[in-house]
DNA sequence: CCGGATCCCCGAAGATACTG
DNA sequence: CAGTATCTTCGGGGATCCGG
């Protein structure tokens, strides 16, 4: 197998790709839980996190298909995130992740006495 | 609970951090097949991936504490990679995270047809 | 064989201001 | 309310050369 066919096919690098973005991980975290509005998902987010970037995240991440953006015909204007079915499988990757991340926090805490 | 807490507390936020590495996901999941030594570990690497960057990502992951370098004393050198404990633990999330990456894939061929 | 030291480049993230 | 436009900054990745 050509080496330059791992794009495309290994699974691990193109999931690399999603996982880029400097949040992604959160915010497919977040909407995990519940569908919701731009700004109650940005009161969500880490303050260090801007609204352009959640907006530039948000727009990735529905290209990429993992998010769905359902827009309100209406003023004011309401727009609803949510996961779209790929994104939803992706929930199983989130649960093993999440314990995996405490179990390394935990590693990091100690760093030498047992945890 | 102040959300500057999140950093250090939420196993996401720390998880991501870990994988901000482009080509992290992948060494990990060559490392957790088999200890390899660096010219074995870049033979497996994409082409695009030079040795350059390939030590540097090394270099990051054993500092975060997920691979383990061990070098023998000898001429020609001789340094071997493996997962550390916490990088073992971090099987299960390659596992899962393989699944869905190989319907990700499936999903971006299709896009339209059932897949 | 296994890298380190440099330099460059580019893309992603942040800051700020403006809009339907 | 839910963004976009623009500018700047910053760090990671690639290329190249050097060393034990």
Redesign the interface.
């Known amino acids: 197998m050509a080496?330059?066919e791992?794009?495309?096919?290994?699974?691990?690098?193109?999931?690399?790709k999603?996982?880029?973005g400097?949040?992604?991980?959160?915010i497919l975290?977040i909407l995990s839980q519940e569908t919701l509005r731009f700004n109650e998902l940005q009161r969500r987010?880490?303050?260090e996190m801007t609204h352009t970037t959640l907006s530039r995240q948000l727009k990735t991440l529905e290209e990429e298909?993992l998010i769905v953006r359902k827009e309100y015909a209406q003023i004011p204007p309401k727009v609803e995130y949510q996961l779209s079915e790929?994104g939803k499988?992706?929930k199983?990757?989130?649960d093993?992740?999440?314990?995996?991340?405490?179990?390394?926090?935990c590693?990091?805490n100690s760093q030498k006495t047992d945890c």
Not at 6 to 16: D, M
Not at 22 to 26: A, F, I
């Open positions: 080496k330059k791992l794009f495309g096919l290994c699974p691990y690098v193109t999931s690399q999603v996982l880029t400097k949040w992604s991980l959160y975290y987010m880490p303050e298909g790929i499988k992706f199983k990757v989130l093993v992740l999440g314990e995996w991340g405490e179990e390394y926090i590693y990091l």
